[in-house]
């Protein structure tokens, strides 16, 4: 939250969740989501994590190497903030495995 005190435009969020259990990391997320929300600000995440990317993002776009390119690039507004719809997170994952066929996690 500390980081929001200064209103950024842009903060950028490397695993920022990798070290918590999962009740906290919940809490937290719902915390950034408001947080960003209510500041305007733009959130770019690097994560290795499906669930924290549909919870935070409107967009994933996974990157590939050998040489570095874009993988796949999938719209998640839709399926933002339902962290209880378990459908609807299956759905996401599926949609993002088709980037991680590339091997890229």
Do not use: W, Y
Not at 6 to 32: G, M, Q
């Amino acid at each position: 939250a500390r980081c929001f005190s200064l209103s950024p435009k842009l903060l950028v969020l490397d695993e920022p969740f990798s070290a918590l259990d999962n009740n906290t990391k919940e809490e937290i997320l719902k915390v950034v989501i408001r947080l960003a929300d209510e500041n305007s600000t733009t959130l770019i995440l690097i994560t290795h994590n499906l669930r924290d990317t549909m919870f935070l993002s409107d967009r994933c776009i996974i990157i590939g190497d050998n040489p570095t390119s874009i993988v796949s690039d999938v719209n998640l507004k839709a399926h933002r903030n339902h962290p209880n719809q378990e459908s609807e997170v299956k759905l996401v994952e599926e949609i993002l495995t088709e980037g991680l066929r590339h091997g890229i996690f």
